[in-house]
């Protein structure tokens, strides 16, 4: 049986500090999310480097690391109380969600963490020089060939080979694209111009060179091998996924998360289609990204020609076979099964007979209309700047300019549940330990990662407390004793008795 | 991929269907209008230098 399907969303945000001559994105970044743990949390704490830990799991709490932790402190890494990790990443501000146990759930912490990322905008901007403003994006490539990334990290089956995960997941990741794609105007990869490629359904696609790999800045590869569970690693791998774009959609965040946790799953059980390897996966992915009219034919491994609607069709008919035997409880229930399984079902109908009318709803076909509006009320070609401009506003996060929010995307979140998201953990796995410890004993709390967190009680030596188990420490789990415990001491000691 | 066929022809196509012509006409240009108003709301917003603001939008590399 599958593992339940615990997932996360990790995004680079693009950072431009605007009228300052000497701009350093590093202390742009900085700035950002300074302006954040000074203006709204009560205590800064840190995020602790060490490795995973073999231990006892995160309910047990039996047994106490006595190790002095490493705490990092040249770069601003925080942890905040909804779980979530903010910091800075190469030159960019990241921010993770924390540890969601369903799509849904995990859409309303994408759409907190660009609340979270607003507000910090917006105090920064107070502390800076008149004239001086810093702008953030989520998107990820600046056009000029630099690409960040939008990883999802979802937790699976150890026993699992990890090659026939390779094999199973590759095939859905290419065909993918066509719901998942945030869209962008031409093309950054080598030798290729607008008149080549005007507009392409990913951002992302340009950049990727391998199908298999370690890379994640070079030679991007379809699948990411790192292999770092942040969890017992004997139990579980956490497959990390960059091969995705930033999507102001919801619903496209909604679905990429949803409908990769469903295949995951059939692959964690075996009931995944193995027949779809693509030929020349690179190729593949590169020309469905480029073919917005969705007709380009593929050669499989076995000879077959498909289309990538042909391959999701595969693996939309293999997921309702793995879900009349298996329901969808690692996914989340059934009501989000089912409503997943739906959405997914009309998004391929759609996109085979009327792709426009999802421009409520996919990035890429909303800007598809929206710049076939203007190019042709303004007779553009596709390289002029303006058209470069609207591409990148699309992905602005500052409410009065940014596009994505003003054209009428249909909502998966509630408001009043993504002020909560901002910041309140999620009750369903550990990040409600983390986040609630963080609240509670925030002077108390030396550093926290997503497997452990170290406390400082005035007593020597600190003490760490392993939570290798991402669905320990729950509300459920430890909501009353934390509501109990005044202080960590205290904690620490009806943890440990 | 034989289950997909299968699938496929489950899946309604819109050219199966017959809509009436004045109301295929009616929502097209309902959508018509809304892109316009749309657009004129994008005249009004987008960066007064959009070529100078895509100029100096460079970020590094990352992940």
Redesign the interface.
């Known amino acids: 049986m599958a593992v339940h399907k615990v997932l996360g969303i990790e995004t680079?945000f693009?950072?431009?500090h605007?009228n300052e001559g000497d701009s350093n994105?590093v202390a742009a970044s900085s700035m950002i999310i300074n302006a954040y743990v000074n203006g709204f949390l009560e205590r800064r704490v840190g995020w602790d480097f060490e490795d995973e830990h073999p231990g006892v799991d995160a309910r047990g709490f039996n047994e106490f690391d006595a190790l002095a932790p490493e705490i990092e402190t040249h770069l601003v890494n925080a942890v905040l109380t909804n779980g979530a990790r903010y910091y800075v990443?190469?030159?960019?501000p990241?921010l993770s969600t924390p540890e969601c146990t369903d799509a849904l759930q995990c859409t309303t912490y994408d759409r907190a963490a660009e609340e979270i990322l607003i507000r910090s905008m917006e105090k920064a901007n107070e502390l800076l020089p008149d004239g001086e403003e810093l702008v953030i994006h989520k998107n990820n490539?600046?056009?000029?060939g630099?690409?960040?990334?939008c990883?999802e990290n979802y937790l699976v089956d150890r026993s699992v080979p990890f090659g026939r995960i390779v094999n199973e997941v590759m095939p859905y990741f290419i065909s993918r694209q066509v719901f998942c794609g945030a869209g962008k105007v031409g093309s950054e990869a080598p030798g290729l111009t607008h008149s080549d490629v005007p507009f392409q359904i990913t951002q992302r696609a340009d950049f990727f060179e391998e199908e298999v790999g370690l890379e994640?800045?070079l030679k991007?590869p379809i699948v990411n091998t790192r292999d770092e569970p942040h969890a017992d690693s004997k139990k579980y791998r956490r497959l990390h996924v960059?091969v995705g774009d930033a999507n102001m959609s919801e619903v496209q965040t909604y679905l990429k998360l949803g409908v990769t946790a469903i295949v995951l799953a059939m692959i964690d059980d075996n009931m995944a289609?193995n027949?779809?390897a693509f030929e020349t996966s690179v190729q593949s992915l590169r020309q469905i990204s480029y073919d917005i009219d969705l007709v380009t034919v593929h050669r499989l491994a076995n000879g077959?020609k498909?289309s990538a609607l042909?391959?999701q069709?595969?693996y939309?008919?293999?997921a309702?076979k793995w879900a009349d035997r298996n329901g969808f409880d690692v996914v989340g229930g059934r009501d989000i099964g089912l409503d997943l399984m739906q959405r997914w079902?009309d998004v391929?109908?759609a996109l085979?007979?009327?792709p426009d009318s999802l421009s409520d709803s996919i990035d890429w076909i909303a800007k598809r209309?929206?710049y076939e509006?203007?190019r042709e009320?303004h007779e553009l070609e596709w390289s002029d700047?303006?058209l470069?401009?609207?591409d990148?506003?699309y992905h602005d996060l500052r409410p009065?300019?940014g596009?994505a929010r003003?054209?009428g995307l249909r909502r998966i979140s509630d408001d009043s549940e993504v002020e909560a998201a901002v910041d309140n953990p999620p009750p369903s796995t550990r990040a409600y330990f983390r986040g609630r410890c963080l609240e509670r004993y925030p002077d108390e709390i030396v550093a926290a990662n997503w497997d452990s967190m170290v406390f400082d009680i005035g007593t020597d030596p600190l003490r760490r407390v392993p939570m290798l188990e991402p669905l320990r420490g729950t509300a459920a789990h430890v909501g009353n004793l934390l509501d109990e415990c005044a202080n960590a001491a205290e904690l620490l000691r009806r943890l440990g008795a | 991929?034989a289950?997909?066929e299968?699938?496929?022809r489950s899946?309604?196509?819109?050219?199966d269907v017959e809509l009436d012509e004045t109301e295929t006409g009616q929502a097209g240009e309902e959508l018509k209008a809304e892109?316009?108003d749309?657009?004129d709301?994008?005249d009004d917003?987008?960066?007064t230098n959009?070529?100078e603001?895509?100029?100096?939008?460079?970020?590094?590399?990352?992940?």
């Not at chain 1, 990443?89 to 960019?92: E, F, G, N, P, Q």
């Not at chain 1, 490539?141 to 000029?144: I, L, V, W």
């Not at chain 2, 603001?53 to 992940?63: S, W």
Request: net charge negative; with cysteine.
């Open positions: 680079e693009g950072i431009l605007r994105p990443d190469h030159a960019h990241e490539s600046d056009g000029k630099n690409s960040y990334g990883h994640t800045t991007r960059i289609p027949d779809c077959e498909v042909d391959v069709w595969a939309y008919a293999a309702e079902h391929l109908v085979e007979n009327d209309r929206l509006g203007y009320r700047p303006r470069a401009a609207l990148l506003q009065d300019k596009l003003r054209i | 991929m289950e997909q299968q699938r496929r899946a309604p196509r819109t050219d892109l316009d749309l657009l709301e994008i917003v987008l960066e959009a070529e603001f895509v100029k100096n939008y460079v970020q590094k590399g990352g992940e």
